[in-house]
């Protein structure tokens, strides 16, 4: 019950002060709004760029560690193939 009434008095206490102090919360709002969309911004921008960073890494992945596109192509043919084999050895033991 305590915390209603709390709350109650703390929304009567706001309003009154609203409109006592109308004019200073203007002048706070002016300031607080272009520090919002500066930080809002700068927050924006970074998530952009980390996420284009890890686009990078994610196509750096697929060629990590390899010296040519060839080199990446023979691997995953192998693959493949081998995964061929496994396949028919299964099939034969079954």
């Known amino acids: 019950m305590m915390p209603l009434v709390g709350g ?8 009154i002060g609203l409109v006592i102090w109308w004019g200073p919360f203007l002048d706070i709002l002016k300031g607080a709004i272009p520090i919002a969309l500066l930080l809002g911004g700068a927050l924006a921008t970074y998530l952009g760029l980390d996420e284009i960073k890890d686009k990078f890494r994610k196509d750096d992945a697929d060629s ?3 010296e040519s596109a060839e080199e990446l192509k023979k691997y995953k043919e192998e693959v493949d193939q081998l ?3 496994i396949k028919a050895i299964k099939e034969a033991k079954a």
């Not at 109650?8 to 309003?15: D, F, I």
Request: aromatic content about 8%; proline content about 0%; hydrophobic content about 45%.
């Open 83 to 85: 995964k061929e084999e």
């Open 8 to 15: 109650g008095g703390a929304v009567v206490l706001g309003l």
């Open 64 to 66: 990590a560690g390899y």
